[in-house]
């Protein structure tokens, strides 16, 4: 093995430091700054800013959408679906379903794919009490995107806390099928124990 000179060893341990620090800084700016797909695998929700809804149990982390994105009021003028999602976020966050819904339903309007808006829609429109337009708006989420596995939780809770106890047992299932070892799928797995 080669012999290095202190020098040689300082600079090799800043370059590695140097390495580390850019790869942190760049994978916190990428989930910071852009809307990206959930990675259903993720082991941790991020706990909400406020307490939650009086109708959410223990799972509610695992339902609502993490946002880190603070928005102006001239935002709300943007016609970028992503954007106007992450603005609903925002208002979902602070309880503020209504305003929620509305830019919900705008995002989709333009994006009629977006799966996780719906996802989102159909738990904000369940807070309110809207519990059958919420399972007809996640229904249609699935349809969308049947290998989205958090809308079926969402779809789940929802049918369970609505009485619908054979539909959240389906839904739960299809949860548990598409991964029954990820954060939605031991979620699944537990809910679908507290009905049964």
């Given at each position: 093995?080669?012999?290095?000179?202190?020098?040689?060893?300082?600079?090799?341990?800043?370059?590695?430091?140097?390495?580390?620090?850019?790869?942190?800084?760049?994978?916190?700016?990428?989930?910071?700054?852009?809307?990206?797909?959930?990675?259903?695998?993720q082991t941790t929700a991020t706990p909400?800013?406020?307490?939650?809804?009086?109708?959410?149990?223990?799972?509610?982390?695992?339902?609502?959408?993490?946002?880190?994105?603070?928005?102006?009021?001239?935002?709300?003028?943007?016609?970028?679906?992503?954007?106007?999602?992450?603005?609903?976020?925002?208002?979902?966050?602070?309880?503020?379903?209504?305003?929620?819904?509305?830019?919900?339903?705008?995002?989709?309007?333009?994006?009629?794919?977006?799966?996780?808006?719906?996802?989102?829609?159909?738990?904000?429109?369940?807070?309110?009490?809207?519990?059958?337009?919420?399972?007809?708006?996640?229904?249609?989420?699935?349809s969308k995107q049947p290998d989205f596995?958090?809308?079926?939780?969402?779809?789940?809770?929802?049918?369970?806390?609505?009485?619908?106890?054979?539909?959240?047992?389906?839904?739960?299932?299809?949860?548990?099928?598409?991964?029954?070892?990820?954060?939605?799928?031991?979620?699944?797995?537990?809910?679908?124990?507290?009905?049964?």
């Amino acid at each position: 093995m080669p012999k290095f000179s202190i020098l040689t060893w300082v600079v090799i341990v800043i370059a590695q430091i140097t390495y580390g620090l850019m790869v942190y800084a760049i994978t916190r700016s990428y989930y910071q700054d852009s809307r990206v797909v959930v990675n259903q695998e993720q082991t941790t929700a991020t706990p909400p800013t406020t307490a939650p809804h009086p109708k959410a149990s223990t799972f509610d982390n695992t339902l609502q959408p993490s946002m880190q994105y603070q928005p102006s009021a001239d935002d709300l003028a943007t016609e970028d679906p992503a954007l106007i999602a992450r603005l609903a976020d925002n208002y979902f966050q602070e309880r503020n379903y209504q305003q929620a819904i509305e830019l919900y339903n705008r995002a989709l309007a333009i994006n009629p794919d977006d799966v996780e808006s719906y996802n989102d829609l159909g738990l904000s429109l369940f807070y309110i009490g809207q519990s059958s337009r919420a399972i007809e708006v996640l229904r249609t989420g699935v349809s969308k995107q049947p290998d989205f596995q958090r809308i079926y939780l969402t779809l789940g809770f929802v049918q369970a806390q609505s009485g619908e106890k054979e539909g959240a047992i389906e839904a739960f299932g299809k949860a548990i099928e598409l991964d029954p070892e990820n954060t939605v799928g031991l979620e699944a797995k537990r809910m679908m124990s507290e009905i049964e």
